[in-house]
């Protein structure tokens, strides 16, 4: 552990001038921004063009009808337009916040309503919940058209929106209720954890994140979800008898096999697993259900069970540790800097003895660059897991020494062109767009390597 404190204190000689250095770190945050926005909007217009082509790639010549490819090219410009304006709007929003001084004001705010119930500065716990929970609330308000918008315009011109005004409505006050009911309580662990620990607070703040998030995958499932979505078993029958058996196949432990009414609020569709190491829980969307034949779901699960096998959540998980790790290793550095805050526009008296949550909300836009150019890395890591996973799935008979699995790969392909149709996805894709955006490989570039996968097995095998 010391010698854990002394290199960390390193780092923060290295840092040492951000708490006496007058910088305008508002400036950066605010030429960071934008950059990151016009870069995002260049992308979009890199790819707007793509959405006018009237033939799809060769790879997908027999699954798109002319009639399905011109759907999917509209409902991908009208989604590339909304980006653009979404995307420029939130901008000129979240400038204008910082420009005119918004989250000193909410801090003030803060402090005025625990003043209220009589509580006073020296509650500085409090009063950071009373100004998250504020700012979140009143920064929410001007982008709440853009969700009716994109929920009731944009998704229903094209057929995928199910959800009505009053389930959306009650799904917000929902979503704060238990964001304040779940996240007033963790604010006050994360902040009381910095008071507690003092500068010694990386590797105890660490071990709280990973209870918590642990401890979220067990609750999530229980308590959260049922208030969205209803989980049902899948009832018996052909495709609960084959996800069985192959999960037994592959020693996976399964706990529980549900059915997710996904289609309530969209027909998008999908399937996933989740719990802990010895428990595992699949949810397949009722939509995939529909649309896909009990063989095909069988082999979109042998892709689910392949990141299982591969432990691709747990090694993205110990990813972002490292990414949270890093992230508090060069946060005391700006803990204490006044000149931070009062780049900002905090009052002196505030900048002073900076709030731990204001310092780490500004040490969050500070990173903002850095932010962006991980989550690309995350995305070309993502996007390797995929092709693993659609290997996994190709090469389960040679794994299984089951003949029946022979077509897994084309059943797999099947699958995964069905959804792309059905959920009207974009078939021509920029690369520069794709490497910053996507998580998942483009389908076009999935059934190449599926092709790829079945050739080499046939060639090893004869
Ligand atoms: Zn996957």
Same mark, same amino acid.
């Given at each position: 552990?010391?010698?854990?404190?002394?290199?960390?204190?390193?780092?923060?000689?290295?840092?040492?001038?951000?708490?006496?250095?007058?910088?305008?770190?508002?400036?950066? &945050?605010?030429?960071?921004?934008?950059?990151?926005?016009?870069?995002?909007?260049?992308?979009?217009?890199?790819?707007?063009?793509?959405?006018?082509?009237?033939?799809?790639?060769?790879? #997908?010549?027999?699954?798109?009808?002319?009639? !399905?490819?011109?759907?999917?090219?509209?409902?991908?410009?009208?989604?590339?337009?909304?980006?653009?304006?979404?995307?420029?709007?939130?901008?000129? #929003?979240?400038?204008?916040?910082?420009?005119?001084?918004?989250?000193? /004001?909410?801090?003030?705010?803060?402090?005025?309503?625990?003043?209220?119930?009589?509580?006073?500065?020296?509650?500085?716990? #409090?009063?950071?919940?009373?100004?998250?929970?504020?700012?979140?609330?009143?920064?929410?308000?001007?982008?709440?058209?853009?969700?009716?918008?994109?929920?009731? &315009?944009?998704?229903?011109?094209?057929?995928?929106?199910?959800?009505?005004?009053?389930?959306?409505?009650?799904?917000?006050?929902?979503?704060?209720?238990?964001?304040?009911?779940?996240?007033?309580?963790?604010?006050?662990?994360?902040?009381?954890?910095?008071?507690?620990?003092?500068?010694?607070? &990386?590797?105890?703040?660490?071990?709280?994140?990973?209870?918590?998030?642990?401890?979220?995958? =067990?609750?999530?499932? #229980?308590?959260?979800?049922?208030?969205?979505?209803?989980?049902?078993?899948?009832?018996?029958?052909?495709?609960?008898?084959?996800?069985?058996?192959?999960?037994?196949?592959?020693?996976?432990?399964?706990?529980?096999?549900?059915?997710?009414?996904?289609?309530?609020?969209?027909?998008?569709?999908?399937?996933?697993?989740?719990?802990?190491?010895?428990?595992?829980?699949?949810?397949?969307?009722?939509?995939?259900?529909?649309?896909?034949?009990?063989?095909? =779901?069988?082999?979109?699960?042998?892709?689910?069970?392949?990141?299982?096998?591969?432990?691709?959540?747990?090694?993205?998980?110990?990813?972002?540790?490292?990414?949270?790790?890093?992230?508090?290793?060069?946060?005391?550095?700006?803990?204490?800097?006044?000149? !931070?805050?009062?780049?900002?526009?905090?009052?002196?008296?505030?900048?002073?003895?900076?709030?731990?949550?204001?310092?780490?909300?500004?040490?969050?836009?500070?990173?903002?660059? !850095?932010?962006?150019?991980?989550?690309?890395?995350?995305?070309?890591?993502?996007?390797?897991?995929?092709?693993?996973?659609?290997?996994?799935?190709?090469?389960?008979?040679?794994?299984?020494?089951?003949?029946?699995?022979?077509?897994?790969?084309?059943?797999?392909?099947?699958?995964?062109?069905?959804?792309?149709?059905?959920?009207?996805?974009? =078939?021509?894709?920029? /690369?520069?767009?794709?490497?910053?955006?996507?998580?998942?490989?483009?389908?076009?570039?999935?059934?190449?390597?599926?092709?790829?996968?079945?050739?080499?097995?046939?060639?090893?095998?004869?």
């Amino acid at each position: 552990m010391d010698l854990l404190h002394a290199q960390l204190g390193r780092v923060q000689q290295h840092l040492s001038f951000v708490a006496v250095d007058p910088i305008d770190w508002k400036f950066y &945050v605010q030429v960071f921004s934008w950059t990151i926005t016009i870069f995002e909007s260049y992308l979009l217009i890199r790819q707007y063009p793509l959405y006018s082509k009237t033939k799809p790639p060769e790879a #997908l010549a027999n699954h798109f009808t002319d009639d !399905v490819l011109e759907k999917s090219q509209k409902y991908g410009k009208d989604k590339a337009k909304y980006a653009f304006f979404s995307g420029i709007y939130k901008q000129v #929003l979240d400038s204008s916040i910082l420009h005119f001084g918004f989250y000193a /004001w909410t801090w003030n705010a803060g402090g005025t309503i625990i003043a209220k119930f009589g509580y006073g500065p020296e509650y500085e716990i #409090l009063q950071s919940i009373a100004f998250v929970f504020t700012l979140l609330l009143l920064s929410s308000l001007p982008t709440l058209p853009l969700s009716l918008y994109s929920t009731f &315009v944009l998704e229903e011109r094209h057929g995928f929106n199910k959800t009505t005004l009053p389930l959306f409505v009650t799904d917000l006050l929902k979503q704060w209720a238990l964001g304040f009911v779940f996240g007033a309580p963790f604010l006050a662990a994360f902040l009381y954890i910095f008071q507690w620990a003092g500068d010694r607070f &990386v590797p105890w703040l660490m071990a709280f994140m990973i209870s918590f998030q642990l401890i979220m995958v =067990v609750i999530y499932p #229980l308590v959260i979800q049922p208030f969205f979505n209803k989980l049902s078993p899948l009832p018996e029958g052909e495709l609960r008898h084959r996800i069985e058996a192959l999960a037994g196949k592959l020693r996976f432990p399964l706990k529980h096999l549900y059915e997710i009414d996904g289609s309530k609020r969209s027909s998008h569709s999908n399937a996933y697993f989740f719990g802990l190491p010895w428990s595992k829980h699949i949810v397949i969307f009722d939509t995939l259900i529909q649309q896909s034949k009990p063989d095909e =779901v069988e082999a979109v699960l042998a892709h689910e069970l392949g990141h299982w096998f591969f432990a691709h959540p747990t090694k993205m998980m110990a990813i972002s540790q490292i990414h949270i790790f890093t992230i508090l290793a060069l946060f005391p550095a700006f803990l204490h800097a006044p000149p !931070v805050l009062r780049s900002f526009d905090f009052p002196k008296e505030v900048a002073a003895q900076p709030p731990t949550i204001v310092a780490f909300l500004l040490f969050q836009m500070i990173l903002t660059p !850095v932010e962006a150019f991980t989550s690309m890395c995350m995305n070309a890591v993502s996007r390797h897991y995929e092709w693993q996973a659609d290997r996994f799935a190709c090469e389960l008979q040679d794994r299984l020494q089951d003949e029946k699995m022979e077509d897994m790969g084309e059943r797999l392909g099947r699958a995964l062109t069905a959804l792309h149709v059905k959920n009207l996805s974009t =078939v021509w894709v920029d /690369w520069l767009y794709s490497a910053y955006h996507h998580s998942h490989p483009t389908l076009t570039e999935r059934l190449k390597a599926l092709e790829a996968f079945q050739a080499q097995r046939k060639k090893k095998t004869t």
